[in-house]
């Protein structure tokens, strides 16, 4: 199972019922606020006429997930990307990280945790939609595997050329996400980011970071040969100014690189 | 500049001619373009819910969303997640919850709707001529 969402920009009419599912179905407390929060995790907002979702977009290839320092955010295989409070540290690196600003921290409490939307995780493992898709009347939100919704979302653009721009977000931004909409106006004008990168983010780093242990082995080795180079050549000049000392020129207990050497040389 | 009116006729009789069919055509385009710019052509609304009639309730209530809701922003939120569930769990309706400010009572408060204790509204909600009370199902 590959789970997502499409989201239709133009069908949403900004009702609220999936807001209130949410509520509801993750036992947020109450009010629904404007914005997203920690206790919010989807609202509609309104961008001259047209409704826009906001909601966790679940990366293919999270950044979140890829950022945590100690394991609290999770891709699942099912698609949802998951968050486990009790792993938490508070670092709050995800927020920072996020590319649609998506977690949202408990600022108001003494020992805060992160928010964010869960893909109704419990319900999608046990094969029901998500709560929002379930109960929004205009079919704005709808649930699926997500190659199936993908296609679907570009055959509603090849059909009805006029009603959509010619872009499905989230097919390719970011690394591609879970969830995918459809809008009547450019991305841009809904409050999405416009530089956002058609490559995963994680990649990024992962291009530097793959290549550490490698370094890491190779500069030691090297570094480790010109030290040797060096204190052999010590070796050599204090054994030629001390003139005939063919013994050890340090001691008495040569060390076994030394003894090594002799034994090469002889 | 051309003018574009037929020959040998003055503004004013084209008016008289061709206005009223002017009108007409305007006032059709005006009718056509909110059908044409709707969003929600495809609204489904959750089926009515039937309130069963406890034993002293005068019958059975039947909520329609329909005559609940327009297609207006943040309408589902007047009811939804609270008093009501929007999942379906069950929510508790009665009279006495009403008269308190919750269930149905916040909006039938007697002002942004009729009272839920109303003596002459109970026919609005209740079906009077349902099955006697007791009976219905539990």
Known sequence: ?266 | MPRIILPGWGVREAIDRYGGALLVLVALALAALPSTASTNDDLRLPPERILAARADSPGPVTFRHETHTDPSPGICLKCHPRPFSILGRKSAVTHALMEGGGACGICHDGRASFGASDPDACAVCHDMEGPPPGEGPP
């Open chain 1, 1 to 266: 199972m590959n789970a997502g969402l499409l989201f239709d920009a133009t069908k949403c009419i900004g009702c609220g019922a999936c807001s209130a599912a949410c509520k509801e179905q993750n036992d947020l407390p109450l009010p629904i606020e404007s914005a997203p929060t920690a206790y919010t995790w989807t609202t509609v907002e309104e961008h001259d006429g047209t409704f826009v979702r906001r909601l966790c977009m679940h990366c293919l290839e999270p950044t979140c997930v890829s950022v945590c320092p100690v394991g609290a955010l999770r891709k699942t295989p099912e698609g949802p990307v998951v968050y486990d409070a009790k792993r938490c540290i508070g670092c709050r690196y995800c927020i920072m990280a996020c590319p649609f600003g998506v977690p949202r921290y408990q600022w108001d409490r003494a020992l805060p945790v992160v928010g964010k939307c869960v893909l109704c995780s419990p319900r999608v493992s046990a094969g029901q939609p998500t709560a929002c898709a379930a109960v929004c009347p205009t079919g704005a939100t709808k649930f699926g595997e997500r190659p199936a919704l993908l296609a679907e979302a570009r055959s509603r653009i090849r059909e009805n050329p006029g009603r959509y721009v010619d872009r499905v977000f989230g097919a390719e931004e970011a690394g591609g996400t879970s969830v995918l909409m459809l809008s009547g106006v450019p991305f841009e004008n809904l409050g999405f980011r416009s530089d956002l990168p058609r490559q995963s983010l994680p990649m990024l780093t992962w291009q530097v970071l793959s290549k550490v242990p490698d370094f890491v082995l190779l500069a030691g080795a090297l570094l480790f040969g010109i030290h040797w180079i060096t204190r052999r050549r010590d070796e050599v000049g204090a054994g030629a100014t001390a003139g005939a000392a063919p013994d050890d020129p340090r001691g008495d207990a040569p060390g076994f690189w030394r003894r090594l050497w002799r034994r090469r040389a002889s």
